[in-house]
């Protein structure tokens, strides 16, 4: 019988200051407490762990910090980085698709969990009057009501379900290479499995 364990899901936020360009028009909170000539920009992903310290999660969002490129093209010139406990659940999301961890579980296993989740966070976006699909009144409930939308980026659809080997939904959506969830050599030697959408 699988018990369907959650996790602790963490989400890693950076916000750093950069040069205005001409080709880009900031919005308004980019701009708020930003010094002349500058604005400000961010980034956040998330990520999940079957135990954790706080050592350890700062040693994460320091690595994650390093590995984004994108941060090579501007001058930034201050940057805050945090970690935010978020809830326990059983899947962390990805770029179009969501993980868990490899526990033995079946195939069948996986994707009711993964069925029971997505209908979880559909629930939740109802509840709070974000609509089907994240929507641009989000601020606004969330400055009433604390809560945030969950982007389930298309994996609301079932038939979007799909294994893509080696991590290859990160580079573009490369063509689907089997039935969910992905079992792979890159998720294997994460002791993953993964459910692209
Ligand atoms: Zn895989």
Redesign the pocket.
Known sequence: MFEDPKYHLFRFYAKWLQPDTEDYEPSAWQKKDAPDGFHWNSTSTRTMYKEYNIEHVEQEIERWWDEFDDKKKYDIQKVYLYAQYEEQETWCQGWFSHWTFDVGQTDQEALRSFEKFVQRKKAHNYKYGFGEHYDDHHERIYRKTGQRAYCLMGAEDRWRWT?????QSMVGFGPSTGDP????????KHG???IDH
């Open positions: 294994a893509r080997a080696d991590g969830p992905c079992r792979c050599d890159a998720c294997r993953v499995l993964r």
